[in-house]
């Protein structure tokens, strides 16, 4: 029985293995990540050390993943996530001895943040840019890419609702044991597949070299600058409201880490929609002019769920923030990776990441900064109002975007 579309890369069997492990091991990290942000918050009572905390971890990606993306292009990946999934869980053991000892400081927080930012800027791109050995090639590409989505998804919605009842009722130091823990079934998936055949040609050249020939490619092509440049102003905007949501759920509902798990929860439910919609797709095109909208659409609702006085009212307001933030994401990925040469994809991946993930610590830091002088609602309502003016200006580009990437599709059989 032929598998639908939107399923075809379950057919291999390498692809299988990742997608099991990687959806345990992205609950643990969300389990971590509730737990981490809820603890500074207690310690603290600063918006501002929310925004650093979330900036600590997120810088890396901005400053270290092009570098990242052609290390990626020069060597066999699954080696490569091995060794990042080996040091991230040594650094989930050290923060749950820090918090089982009661020693534990906002600074240790942020440090330990940092170094986990450092060691995922590594991993992110490997882990985009090794789809295509998984499925072995284009033919499957896009269901790989959906399917990956969904599990980074399904663990950002179920992840922190898990994880502040396992706080609530156990204490923050089993978020960072559980995360721990999640490596071992990543690690395993990875020991049962085959390292990749060694590249025919290696890539020539210094770094500065490969670094340009990779963001020539991203940022000369009219298409991905526009997809990218949306994105990056998508995340340092609208993507800052994570670092924010632990003031709202003390401070504007009235909770503990429970309603903090169900604040994200309810973004994450959005962004599994999402992906859900995107894996049913029989195809890339189209999605151009799709992420124009879903940005406006986040924007709205993040201004929406600013001043939401009820919590039955935030709830459906972020999980429209989630689904326009998150298909906006994982749809200028699918295109990126599937027009891409293969000499190319771990660095345009590298940029993709720095532009989703990497400027949103800047975004955070800005907004715990402004959150302490305008007040978290206002700064909200301010970067929802900033996305929609990004998608507004984008959509006027969509003309061209459209005449330069048809040539494109047509050889690609699209």
């Known amino acids: 029985m032929s598998l639908p579309q939107g399923l075809r890369a379950l057919r291999h069997r390498d692809f299988r293995w990742f997608f099991a492990g990687q959806g345990v091991s992205q609950i643990g990290s969300w ?5 981490t942000s809820w603890l500074v918050y207690r310690l603290s009572d600063s918006t ?3 925004g650093v905390a979330a900036f600590a971890q997120q810088i890396p990606f901005l ?3 092009p570098v990242a993306g052609v290390f990626v292009d020069r060597f066999d990946k699954r080696r490569l996530l091995i060794a990042t999934n080996c040091i991230a869980a040594l650094q989930a053991l050290a923060m749950f001895g820090a918090v089982a000892l009661d020693v534990v400081q906002p600074w240790h927080l942020i440090a330990g943040n940092l170094v986990l930012g450092i060691v995922n800027a590594w991993d992110a791109p490997a882990r ?4 295509i050995q998984l499925v072995g090639g284009r033919r499957d590409l896009a269901s790989a890419i959906a399917l990956n989505s969904i599990t980074m998804n399904l663990a950002r919605f179920l992840g922190p609702m898990v994880g502040g009842i ?3 009722a156990l204490g ?3 978020g960072f044991g559980a995360n721990a823990a999640s490596y071992a079934a990543m690690l395993f998936a990875l020991s049962r597949i085959p390292d990749a055949a060694p590249p025919s040609t290696r890539p020539e050249g210094n770094l500065l070299k490969e670094l340009r020939a990779g963001a020539r490619y991203a940022y000369g092509f009219l298409p991905s600058r526009c997809a ?3 994105l990056t102003a998508a995340s340092l905007s609208i993507g800052s409201y994570v670092a924010l949501m632990p003031w709202f759920a003390r401070e504007a509902f009235h909770g503990d880490s429970g309603t903090l798990g169900l604040l994200i929860s309810a973004a994450g439910l959005g962004a599994l929609t999402g992906m859900v919609y995107l894996a049913l797709r029989s195809g890339i095109r189209g999605l151009f002019g799709l992420i124009g909208w879903t940005v406006a659409a986040a924007g709205a609702a993040l201004c929406l769920f600013s001043f939401s006085s009820s919590l039955w009212l935030a709830l459906p307001a972020l999980y429209f923030v989630g689904l326009g933030l998150m298909l906006t994401a994982a ?5 990126l990776q599937s027009i891409v040469p293969d000499e190319l994809r771990g660095r345009v991946a590298s940029l993709y990441v720095m532009s989703f993930i990497g400027m949103a610590p800047l975004g955070a830091l800005a907004a715990g900064w402004a959150g302490e002088r305008i007040g978290p609602p206002h700064t909200l309502a301010l970067c929802g109002v900033i996305g929609i003016c990004a998608a507004a200006l984008y959509r006027t580009r969509l003309p061209a975007i459209r005449n330069a990437i048809r040539p494109v599709y047509e050889k690609l059989g699209t």
């Open 228 to 230: 990218l440049l949306l």
């Open 331 to 335: 749809s200028t990925n699918t295109v």
């Open 172 to 174: 923050e130091r089993w």
């Open 31 to 35: 389990l971590q990540m509730i737990a």
């Open 48 to 50: 501002l050390l929310l």
């Open 166 to 168: 396992l706080i609530a």
């Open 63 to 65: 400053l270290l993943a």
């Open 128 to 131: 985009q840019s090794i789809l």
